[in-house]
């Protein structure tokens, strides 16, 4: 599996942009980056995933760089909710023989929104 | 959508009892769903995931099982639960197949304590 490596801990001021980065330089072509984030003593949530386009939902923005081997989670307006730890994954490939995977958590980012 | 439905929310057991939880899914049919631990300042562990009715993969030896009775219903179990098995047990749940392009998505959790 592709390994990832971010921050630990990040600091943002309430309304700015948080830009929280990932690095996944061994990530094979086929294998997409997923984002997660896990608000205390509640389940994960998806945020966003993509394979090599920049991808935007109603959440945040992914961008992969050209070489796919870092991306960029961006939290357009940060508010006092969004204070989380973020993980960013690479997803191991499905294929006819191995069926289902899981995804693999690192210990991810903690992002702390400063009013 | 898919909903996911995980009970109880909190679950104190002595050591050495017996251990059922249920976890069912709704909207979605012939899923993969997973039962994921996370130990108290720990990061997330792929217990186990499941690809169709009866087929189980493990992928940490311990000292749980699971079953998949029914298409969207999956069950973590213990015959004697240990300390070591106090945690945050999370269900999950993607569309299933063999799709590259699937997020998992994550239940509300069970909060175990053994004493």
């Known amino acids: 599996d592709a390994k990832t490596t971010q ?19 061994t990530i094979s072509g086929n294998e997409y980056v997923y984002w997660y984030r896990q608000i205390h ?15 935007t939902n109603e959440m945040a923005s992914l961008i992969i760089t050209e070489d796919r081997k870092s991306s960029t989670l961006i939290l357009p307006h940060a508010t006092l909710r969004d204070t989380a ?5 690479v997803r191991p490939s499905l294929d006819s023989g191995g069926g289902a995977d899981g995804l693999t958590f690192g210990k991810g980012t903690h992002l702390i929104i400063q009013p | 959508s898919q909903t ?24 979605t049919s012939n899923p993969n769903l997973y039962w994921y631990r996370q130990a ?10 499941s690809v169709g009715i009866g087929q189980i993969s493990s992928e940490v030896p311990q000292n749980l099982s699971a079953s998949r009775p029914q ?12 300390l070591s098995d106090s945690g945050f047990y999370l269900c999950a749940v993607d569309s299933g197949g063999f799709s590259y392009n699937s997020p998992l998505h994550f239940g509300n959790g069970t909060r175990l304590t053994v004493t």
């Open chain 2, 40 to 49: 108290a300042g720990r990061g997330l562990q792929l217990l186990f995931y």
């Open chain 2, 4 to 27: 996911i439905h995980q009970w109880p929310a909190t679950l104190v057991q002595p050591v050495g009892s017996p251990l059922s939880l249920e976890c069912t899914v709704e909207g």
């Open chain 1, 41 to 55: 003593s509640q389940g994960p949530q998806y945020i966003i995933h993509g394979l090599k386009n920049n991808e």
């Open chain 2, 71 to 82: 298409d969207r219903q999956f069950i973590l179990s213990s015959k004697k639960l240990l």
């Open chain 1, 7 to 25: 921050p630990p801990s990040m600091d943002c001021a309430e309304g700015r942009a948080a830009n929280l980065p990932c690095n996944h330089s």
């Open chain 1, 85 to 89: 730890v973020y993980y960013c994954i």
